[in-house]
T-cell receptor, first 109, second 113 residues
Framework: GEDVEQSLFLSVREGDSSVINCTYT??????LYWYKQEPGAGLQLLTY?????DMKQDQRLTVLLNKKDKHLSLRIADTQTGDSAIYFC?????????FGTGTRLQVFP | SQTIHQWPATLVQPVGSPLSLECTVE??????LYWYRQAAGRGLQLLFY????GQISSEVPQNLSASRPQDRQFILSSKKLLLSDSGFYLC???WGVGNTEAFFGQGTRLTVV
């Protein structure tokens, strides 16, 4: 079945760039997403990329997709303390939306 | 605009007791509906999804069941809770066509004691 994997933790200094990585197994994924979860809350969509794209930039966020290796990454430029959260990678194909294990990003001053 | 309501926010239940978590969506029709469970260190696990009334797909065999009695209502149930059912349960909806962005409820923290 579908599987989405992420590293569990990432710690960065404020002002540096953060890169969160994700690998997935379903080669028929049509959309890939990054969601952010604040403590004790639901998830909110940060950005998404269509499977025929290699890169998408949205302000401080850059998404890179390597479809051949089934690898997705999220780069956050100039990381701020407010970016501390859990980041989930997700992939969809038709009606199912499968999430990764989540990466907890901790930003320290 | 569309909104999603999920309740209760927190719940403490004894082992062996029943469970009913409810989720409703407003402002759209025929949404895809999802139940996820988030357990520590295990990410977000898809439990059930539904593409229409009475249509439930189960992703993981377990002690839980789901029902969709109305178009915008999704219920997660159990007849007898286990300790391992503890976790953070999230309901979500999407349009289910093309870009399936999901919109999440605020979650229910379930503790089985």
């Amino acid at each position: 079945g579908e599987d989405v994997e992420q590293s569990l933790f990432l710690s960065v200094r404020e002002g540096d760039s953060s890169v969160i990585n994700c690998t997935y197994t379903d080669s028929s994924s049509t959309y890939l997403y990054w969601y952010k979860q604040e403590p004790g809350a639901g998830l909110q969509l940060l950005t998404y990329i269509f499977s025929n794209m290699d890169m998408k930039q949205d302000q401080r966020l850059t998404v890179l997709l390597n479809k051949k290796d089934k690898h997705l990454s999220l780069r956050i430029a100039d990381t701020q303390t407010g970016d501390s959260a859990i980041y989930f990678c997700a992939e969809s194909n038709t009606d199912k939306l499968i999430f990764g294990t989540g990466t907890r990003l901790q930003v320290f001053p | 605009s569309q909104t999603i309501h999920q309740w209760p926010a927190t719940l403490v239940q004894p082992v062996g007791s029943p469970l009913s978590l409810e989720c409703t969506v407003e402002g759209t029709s025929n949404p895809n509906l999802y139940w996820y469970r988030q357990a520590a260190g295990r990410g977000l696990q898809l439990l059930f999804y539904s593409v229409g009334i009475g249509q439930i797909s189960s992703e993981v065999p377990q002690n839980l069941s789901a029902s969709r009695p109305q178009d915008r209502q999704f219920i997660l149930s159990s007849k007898k809770l286990l300790l391992s059912d503890s976790g953070f349960y999230l309901c979500a909806w999407s349009w289910g066509v093309g870009n399936t962005e999901a919109f999440f409820g605020q979650g229910t923290r379930l503790t089985v004691v």
